[in-house]
């Protein structure tokens, strides 16, 4: 299922925030929110220096097993922000 929120508008910043399962072409945009993050978060949040997504790695933070492994995207403005996953 998909969730939209609305921010209010503040200033120049309006629009919504889409939360959606990753799906099919979610790679790219996987791809798209590593590319925005800084080198320091990259490694927070992998642990170890990351400078690009492997292959692997792009594959197993796309995929879902419904029930079992949830990923999650943000999208703003047409553009993702986030990503998330449960297991």
Same mark, same amino acid.
């Given at each position: 299922?998909?969730?939209?929120? =609305? !921010?209010?508008?503040? +200033?120049?910043?309006?629009?919504?925030?889409? *939360? $959606?399962?990753?799906? @099919?072409?979610?790679?790219?945009?996987? =791809? !798209?929110?590593?590319? +925005?993050?800084?080198?320091?978060?990259?490694? *927070? $949040?992998?642990?170890? @220096?990351?400078?690009?997504?492997?292959?692997?790695?792009?594959?197993?933070?796309?995929?879902?097993?419904?029930?079992?492994?949830?990923?999650?995207? @943000?999208?703003?403005?047409?553009?993702?922000?986030?990503?998330?996953?449960?297991?």
């Amino acid at each position: 299922p998909r969730r939209v929120y =609305q !921010r209010p508008e503040q +200033g120049r910043a309006k629009g919504a925030l889409v *939360l $959606r399962p990753v799906g @099919a072409g979610g790679g790219e945009l996987v =791809q !798209r929110v590593f590319a +925005g993050l800084s080198s320091r978060s990259a490694y *927070l $949040r992998f642990h170890a @220096a990351t400078p690009r997504l492997s292959e692997r790695s792009l594959q197993r933070l796309s995929r879902r097993e419904p029930g079992r492994i949830e990923a999650t995207l @943000a999208i703003f403005c047409g553009e993702p922000i986030g990503h998330g996953m449960c297991m």
